[in-house]
């Protein structure tokens, strides 16, 4: 599938528009990586919207360049050190940060798109028309999933409910039993 679906305008917002605005905003770790290779500047930061990191990583280039031009080389051996531990350190940060900020923007664009749950919800929604005593009554009175169990259902061709396969199993067993008991099984029969 081509790029095409992410210049599409869906305005009127909805999942479609909020996956659209998801897909252009998400940070990307390829990019971030790539970004590394030029971590004097701290354009991995900049670009995880780790501000303060960026600035720290320009600051830390400047002191190193100051050191190189007018103090002693063996100077910028710390400034050096300390830059290059940052930037292996930021190969395993750039992950995390990644995550956890797509995460952020993914949380950000969804909930806009909902004006949240309304006011005392508790797990269902329930409509103000509708009062509690009414509300669980009509959700007794749904027969979805497993139906309590009735012994008229249990035969064969007298309830409407579908035997469990542990029903079928001991039915069948007891059809087996009644003939082997009865002979008909097509053991009995005798050759001669």
Known sequence: ??????????????????????????KKARLAYMLLVLF?????????????GG?????????????????????????????????????????????????RLRMQIFFRQTGGAP?????????????????IRAKESERGGHQPFDNQ????GTGSRVLSFNQQEAMLREIAKRKKESGTDGSQGGAG
């Open 1 to 26: 599938m081509s790029e095409a679906w992410k210049k599409i305008d869906l305005e009127g917002g909805g999942l479609q528009a909020a996956n659209v605005q998801l897909a252009r905003m998400q």
């Open 40 to 52: 004097p500047f701290g354009l991995h930061r900049f670009y995880l919207k780790d501000v303060r």
């Open 55 to 103: 600035v720290a990583y320009i600051a830390l280039t400047a002191i190193t360049a100051l050191l190189a031009l007018y103090a002693p080389l063996w100077s910028i051996a710390l400034p050096v050190v300390l830059a290059v531990f940052g930037g292996l350190t930021d190969i395993r940060w750039i992950d995390d940060q990644t995550t956890q900020l797509n995460k």
């Open 119 to 135: 006011k005392g919800y508790q797990g269902r929604y329930v409509d103000e028309a509708m009062d509690l005593d009414s509300y």
């Open 153 to 156: 259902a249990t035969q064969p």
